[in-house]
């Protein structure tokens, strides 16, 4: 079941609970000569009437509801209420559930008191369940943007490469490219890391507005790929290097290795194959480039 049906049966559910609970405590039966039934709460029967499911699932027309029904309940209804609200509130991670339980539960409390306590505790999960709702359409919209862009960066230029390697080959194709190539999966790695991240568990909606928004996404593609260009400026000028960084002479870019039957394959040399994964790496991590300018100021400093 997909999070949206998921949704809509839990508003049923909901919305079918309260309806029991309107019929038990807001409808009055008939007293003779009247022969239709009335309401302690008018604008409850209206409410309970017109409530519509929109796009957003009409959340807040039960969040009203809910209240109006709690200031229609005996005390034992409440008691039971809050009871039953109790667990879910900690399992939503309400910060003030500890501290509503003892105010509902200490000495001396009156029945409106606990009423009270019943109706800040269904705001407070309202509002919980509230900004859940609105980041995940957030995040929902912004992963759709970030799946186009991705498409966008991998699809476009894979085919402006293919087609630039059908009409002049691979023969020194690369050599003439690397620079493009290494900036390209900068950006890419920086992509890769921003759709990673939108998949947090805990993002709050400040963050998912401003760190996701169109200008915060290109301003992370752009430090990809200046990362990645650095980087292999680190590695070409000697300042970085081992068995795990490509050589320090990019000359040869492409190796042709046995396909069967005496056919040759160019694919990219070990080295170009290990300076596209550090181009990636650098615009995957934020700090990977920044932490080697540190290192290197330390060196210069001693």
Partial sequence: MSTAQQLDAKWNDTLGEMRALHDQLNVELPQAPATEP?????????????????DFIGWSELHEID??????????????????????????????????????????QTPDGRRAVLAELARAMQAVATLKRVNRRARKELTG???????????????????????FGMAGAV?????????????????????????????????LVSGFSTWGVAVRLIFGGAAALLLYLM????????????????SVFTRKIPDGQGWLAVVPSIDFAKLLVW????????RLVPEQFTRLQGTLNK
Avoid at 81 to 104: K, M, Y
Avoid at 189 to 207: E, K, L, N, V
């Fill in 67 to 108: 209240l109006r029904l709690i200031g229609l309940m005996p005390d034992p209804l409440v008691g039971a209420q809050f009871a039953s609200r109790r667990p879910l509130a900690s399992a939503a991670g309400l910060a003030s559930a500890a501290a509503l339980e003892t105010e509902f539960t200490k000495n001396g």
């Fill in 145 to 167: 943007k970030l799946n186009r862009l991705a498409l966008g960066l991998f699809v476009g230029p894979v085919v402006v490469l293919a087609l630039y390697l059908m009409v």
């Fill in 279 to 286: 181009s990636a790496i650098a615009g995957f991590s934020e």
């Fill in 38 to 54: 009335t309401f302690k709460d008018a604008t409850l029967q209206t409410l309970l009437d017109n409530i519509k499911a929109d």
């Fill in 175 to 207: 050599g003439r490219v690397h620079l493009i190539v290494v900036v390209w999966f900068g950006i890419i790695g920086a992509c890769m890391s921003r759709m990673i991240a939108i998949q947090g568990a805990d993002i709050d909606y400040d963050d």
């Fill in 235 to 250: 590695i070409a000028g000697h300042l970085l290097g081992g068995d795990i960084f490509p050589a320090k002479e990019f």
